[in-house]
């Protein structure tokens, strides 16, 4: 038999997906401010991303770094403004 879900309770489902989602962007935040550069290893860790996503972050333009060498740096107001230029108004709220 096929549940149907009531819109109240996709609505309750929704909201706790987006509470969840918003308290990890929160932390990130909350990081960004303890630390002034960040290392790639350490964006990895604070986006929870593959070596490959934030590659492909820094090569279209979507995250500021400062190369040198081999080694990629990252400041607290790179990872600011890429949360910011990144952030979805809900759709519920628009």
Known sequence: MLNVL???DLE????NTLKKEMAKLLEVAKESHKK???TNKEM???LD???KTLKKYRDNGWIGFTQYD???YYSSADLQH????????PFAYK
């Open 82 to 89: 890429f949360l910011n230029y990144r952030h979805e108004i």
């Open 12 to 15: 309750k489902i929704l909201a």
């Open 70 to 72: 081999d080694k990629f």
């Open 6 to 8: 009531e819109s109240s």
């Open 36 to 38: 002034e550069v960040y």
């Open 44 to 46: 990895l860790e604070l």
């Open 49 to 51: 991303v593959h070596p």
